[in-house]
């Protein structure tokens, strides 16, 4: 992987949680209560299901999904199992996109009209921060929900959309966090 794939990587890592914990708090609609559900499988399961849409219909499409999911799910009165796998696919779906649009010079973003990495990022900031806000959830909560995703969900999306493309090597938000 080129170290400018790996910035954007490290970039959109930091990012998420940066943006996430510094912003926590606010428009609470519902109290954080902990899981009582297997996150590992919740995960792999919303990988793979985003994955096969992406695959099949595209990252328009999968984006309509996600939004889909996030207005569906964040009604709910507490934060829930399906809710989670919304944060999880948009984060997914993101560092997916910002990948692929990482090859891509500005000027060649900018004529077949698709954002750059750090517009990318940007948004999905402000959507995962919003989302967490919601239900009051901890800053330790969100660490360790990315270190999963990160872990269960990242290579079987990567895997299931982009067969026989090498694995990218991913590092753990501690391990970035000591090299900036």
Known sequence: ???????????????????????????????????????????????ERLAQLQRTRGADRAFQFIDACYRTHSLASKYGKAFEACIAQDYLETQALALVYSRLTPDALKRVGVPTPQALADAMGKRVTAAFATYDVPVSYVKTFKELVDEHGFPVFFQTVFPGVPFPPRKKATEQSDQE
């Open 1 to 47: 992987m080129t170290s400018s794939k790996r910035r954007i990587l490290g970039a959109l890592t930091t990012y998420f949680l940066v943006l996430v914990t510094g912003t926590m708090g606010y428009a609470v609609s519902g109290e954080f209560k902990g899981v009582d559900w297997d996150q590992a499988a919740n995960i792999k399961d919303a990988a």
